[in-house]
């Protein structure tokens, strides 16, 4: 009994030391204060754009956008003839039956969506995502820039309440994946300046 008692209390002691010089391991009031204040706004981002996501008919826009997709699910690429329906925005806007006016992201992101299920909620969801990520990257874009995490904080709240970028974000077209990779964009630009790594420099380069 006494032999345990002590070697609890030596286990005990070496748990202490062991913490005292490796707090940034363990879950500390400062750190759960820190992704609260990012993981709240996110979060409340994400419940207004999910809600009624999928209760809602599409823009022209993002009905010419999920109709490519459906064809990048037929045919792997965004092409604007299926052999019934012509759906390009002009004769400029494509080049034997392929869309060149626009980037093939959307097209393939609204193709994704409908691998999984034809419905608004199921296509729209992946460029909410996008969208939420945006945010993410703006607060980290925000701190890199200012080096001010309070900064950094207040422009996740405003850019997560903003009518506009909630409304942009619901839509399955080029917006929400334009936010994100304009963010992410100015973020390894900062990072390239600030810390001179090459990796960064093709970070921008690609987003």
């Not at 969208?131 to 422009?155: D, H, I, P, Q, W």
């Not at 990779?181 to 690609?206: D, P, Q, R, V, W």
Request: hydrophobic letters at 50%; one cysteine or more; a positive charge.
């Amino acid at each position: 009994m006494k032999k345990d008692k002590a070697n609890a209390l030596r286990y005990a002691r070496h748990f202490y030391f062991f913490y005292k010089n490796n707090k940034n391991y363990f879950w500390t009031k400062d750190k759960a204060t820190k992704i609260l204040s990012i993981a709240i706004p996110i979060l409340i981002m994400s419940l207004l754009t999910v809600i009624n996501l999928g209760n809602r008919e599409m823009w022209f826009d993002e009905a010419h956008n999920v109709a490519i997709g459906e064809n990048v699910v037929k045919y792997g690429i965004p092409r604007v003839w299926d052999g019934k329906n012509l759906i390009g925005l002009g004769q400029e806007s494509f080049i034997n039956f392929v869309e060149v006016y626009l980037n093939w992201f959307p097209y393939y992101l609204a193709a994704w969506g409908q691998l999984f299920s034809r419905s608004l909620f199921s296509i729209r969801i992946w460029f909410v995502v996008f969208g939420l990520a945006s945010a993410l990257c703006l607060y980290f874009m925000t701190y890199e820039n200012f080096k001010n995490r309070n900064l950094a904080v207040l422009s996740l709240w405003l850019y997560c309440l903003s009518v506009p970028v909630i409304i942009y974000i619901k839509v399955a077209y080029y917006y929400a994946h334009s936010l994100l990779f304009i963010n992410l964009s100015y973020l390894c630009f900062l990072k390239a300046m600030h810390t001179g790594k090459e990796k960064y420099f093709g970070f921008f380069a690609i987003s």
